[in-house]
């Protein structure tokens, strides 16, 4: 084993990107079912079916769904994934990253039938439910599946990847409602619930031609399979020097992890120090939380009734531009996250994302109801959007791929995810009684929530958040062990893992040796 730093990693070949690149699928599933119901509650059809009368300067349609009700319907999905994504954390780590991916992809199908037979509130609550668990377990699996795959080099992009993935299944489901919001039978909404099908189809056939994490297989004690997923994953020969030196320093890493940790939930809960379990675990916890109070999923999950509600003459376009500018603007994040790095991304982004929204709750409070207001909201969306996709929507993700040793990454990135999808649930269930007539009815005044907790994002990323970028895993775990989040940028790889093993060793041995002519004299 050489003590090169730049040696822990093997070279990559063009279908080792392709493999490793392809799990970002996943984000389609969590993109197009968060997305599809933004623009269903908006359609005359399942108001009329789903809700009840109400006064005509309620809704010009006569028929809408109470607050009560849309709150649960979009929210509850949450409730779902929530619970997913604490179960991925011990069913990864039980039979494996890919096998749990693809066990999600059956259990969103199911939920899927329910939603599609559903004719009333109830039915289509449970089949949300289910679906949720398949999405929770997806969205906690998939992202430490990828950064345990991914080359250092472009993990941050091969990550991000999976954000661009969520943004293109929001303008797919907006696409798809688009062209079924004026059918007047039962298929407007059927056919948006159906189409997940597909995806979840193309994901979990997929992965039967993918190799399985080599760090499972590390953490299993299969080394052997370690290095034949290894060779695949990077294309190089089973003999391959880099191949052997990259699996020792997994190997070693995970050893010496292990020798001052255990892998059981409790662990998790330990250590606030630099190095410590605990330090990490609160940092993906609120990282993926504070990513849920940027506001960002107002936008998604209620952009269509509340541009409704503000007289913009075409919600469903709006909405739809809005999805767009999302998918469009994500990928600079491939280049940023690996140029750039994810901390000042963050920070950058949270400052961006502030202004945004403070300009739209100012002038949308000064000049309520009028064209002006409307230019402002929909122009300041879509940078606010822009400032998102480019920054804490990827990055929040990419982080809590890598700041977690291997012997409680399944857990410390399911206790990340369902930080993400307990506040999803929180504001998904909280915005409808913020902003409805009727009930909190605060309008453009809302804005001025989420840029206060923009400005909270951002001091919060300049003190906790470390700088990840360019680093492997394994050094990742040493530069946190040595830094703090504010000097993290400034850490250089200087020892690998098997070198302070094998020096050890050496010191171990001489002791051990010195012990032995002590004895004889």
Not at 393 to 412: D, T, Y
Not at 419 to 426: E, G, K
Not at 463 to 470: A, D, I, L
Not at 493 to 515: L, N, V, W
Request: glycine share 10%; hydrophobic share 45%; charged share 15%.
């Amino acid at each position: 084993m050489s003590g090169d730093v730049s040696r822990v990693e093997s070279p990559v070949t063009a279908r080792g990107y392709f493999l490793c690149g392809f799990a970002a699928f996943g984000g389609i599933l969590f993109g197009y079912d968060s997305g599809y119901i933004n623009g269903v509650l908006g359609m005359e059809y399942f108001k009329e079916n789903f809700g009840g009368p109400v006064p005509k300067d309620v809704d010009p349609f006569g028929f809408n769904i109470s607050t009560s009700e849309k709150s649960l319907i979009v929210s509850i999905l949450s409730a779902g994934t929530f619970f997913g994504a604490l179960a991925g954390g011990n069913l990864a780590d039980w039979i494996g990253r890919r096998l749990s991916i693809m066990i999600a992809c059956v259990i969103f199908s199911v939920g899927v039938v329910l939603q599609v037979a559903s004719t009333a509130i109830p039915l289509l609550v449970v089949g949300r439910v289910i679906a949720g668990l398949g999405v929770g377990l997806v969205s906690a699996i998939v992202i430490m599946y990828m950064s345990e795959i991914a080359p250092k080099a472009i993990r941050g992009a091969i990550v991000s990847g999976y954000q661009w993935a969520i943004t293109v299944g929001l303008l797919l489901a907006s696409c798809v409602n688009q062209g079924t919001k004026d059918r007047t039978d039962s298929s407007s909404y059927r056919i948006p619930i159906a189409i997940q099908f597909l995806w979840a189809l193309i994901l979990g056939i997929g992965l039967f031609f993918l190799p399985e994490s080599p760090r499972w297989f590390v953490k299993k004690g299969r080394n052997e399979e370690a290095l034949a997923a290894l060779a695949r994953l990077r294309g190089q020969p089973l003999d391959s020097d880099y191949l052997k030196d990259e699996l020792a320093e997994i190997q070693v890493n995970y050893e010496y992890e292990m020798s001052i940790s255990q892998a059981n939930w409790s662990d998790c809960f330990k250590g606030l120090g630099p190095a410590g379990n605990f330090r990490r675990v609160l940092i993906g916890v609120f990282l993926q939380m504070f990513q849920q109070w940027t506001g960002i999923n107002f936008i998604f999950y209620y952009g269509t009734t509340f541009f409704q509600t503000t007289g913009v003459s075409d919600p469903f376009l709006i909405s739809l531009i809005t999805n767009l500018v999302n998918v469009i603007t994500t990928p600079l994040a491939f280049w940023g996250m690996e140029r750039l790095g994810r901390r000042k991304l963050l920070i950058g982004g949270a400052a961006l994302m502030l202004i945004c929204e403070f300009i739209v709750a100012a002038v949308g409070t000064a000049k309520e109801g009028s064209k002006t207001a409307s230019t402002v909201l929909i122009v300041f969306v879509c940078i606010y959007i822009f400032g998102f996709a480019t920054t804490w929507g990827p990055g929040a993700w990419v982080v809590i791929g890598e700041i977690f040793p291997l012997p409680i990454r399944a857990k410390g990135v399911a206790l990340s995810t369902a930080s993400n999808w307990l506040w999803n649930f929180v504001i998904g269930y909280i915005t409808p009684y913020m902003v409805d007539p009727g009930e909190g009815d605060l309008g453009a005044k809302v804005f001025f929530v989420w840029g206060t907790t923009c400005a909270v994002c951002l001091i919060f990323a300049y003190f906790f958040v470390p700088e990840t970028k360019g680093l492997s895993l394994e050094q990742v775990d040493m530069m946190m062990g040595e830094t703090t989040a504010r000097t993290s940028s400034k850490w250089k790889p200087h020892q690998t893992y098997a070198e302070q093993k094998m020096q050890g060793d050496k010191h171990a041995a001489a002791m051990h040796e010195m012990s032995d002519r002590k004895t004889e004299l």
